[in-house]
C-alpha cells in the first residue's frame, strides 16, 4: 500500500509563488518511492481532473502541461520520499485542487488512469 500527502497549498495573489510538497509512504515489504513515476494534476470546480506535471522514477525525466511549461517545476527528493511542485507566476486559472499521484513501471504518462496511488488534494486559490 502506498500513501500519499500532500501540503503547501493555499492563498496567493496572482504574480506570486507556491511549492506542493508531496510526501509518500510504503507499508508493504520491498515497496519503494524510487520505483514510482510521479504526477500532479488538478480539478478545477466544474472541470475534469487535468495532468499538470510528471516525473520519472530517477527524477531524469520531467513532463508538463503546456498550461504550466515555464512556470511550475517538478521535483523528487528519494532519500526523503518527497515529490514537490514549484509554482511560480501563479494565475487565476491555477485555481484548483492539486492531487498527486504514484505510477508503478518505468514509463511516466500523461493519463491519470495510469495512476495507482492518489493523495487526498491540497487548495490552490489563486486571486487577481
Known amino acids: 500500500q502506498v500513501q500519499l500527502v500532500e501540503s503547501g497549498g493555499g492563498l496567493v495573489q496572482a504574480g506570486g509563488s507556491l511549492r506542493l510538497s508531496c510526501a509518500v509512504s510504503?507499508?508493504?515489504?520491498?515497496?519503494?518511492?524510487?520505483?514510482?513515476?510521479m504526477g500532479w494534476f488538478r480539478q478545477a470546480p466544474g472541470k475534469e481532473r487535468e495532468f499538470v506535471a510528471a516525473?520519472?522514477?530517477?527524477?531524469?525525466?520531467?513532463y508538463y502541461a503546456d498550461s504550466v511549461k515555464g512556470r511550475f517545476t517538478v521535483s523528487r527528493d528519494n532519500a526523503k520520499n518527497t515529490v514537490y511542485l514549484q509554482m511560480n507566476s501563479l494565475k487565476p486559472e491555477d485555481t484548483a485542487v492539486y492531487y498527486c499521484?504514484?505510477?508503478?513501471?518505468?514509463?511516466?504518462?500523461?493519463?491519470?488512469?495510469?495512476?495507482?496511488?492518489w493523495g487526498q488534494g491540497t487548495q490552490v486559490t489563486v486571486s487577481s
Open positions: 510504503c507499508a508493504a515489504s520491498g515497496c519503494r518511492f524510487s520505483n514510482y513515476n
Open positions: 516525473i520519472g522514477r530517477r527524477g531524469f525525466g520531467t
Open positions: 499521484a504514484a505510477k508503478w513501471g518505468s514509463e511516466v504518462t500523461y493519463s491519470d488512469y495510469d495512476y495507482g496511488y
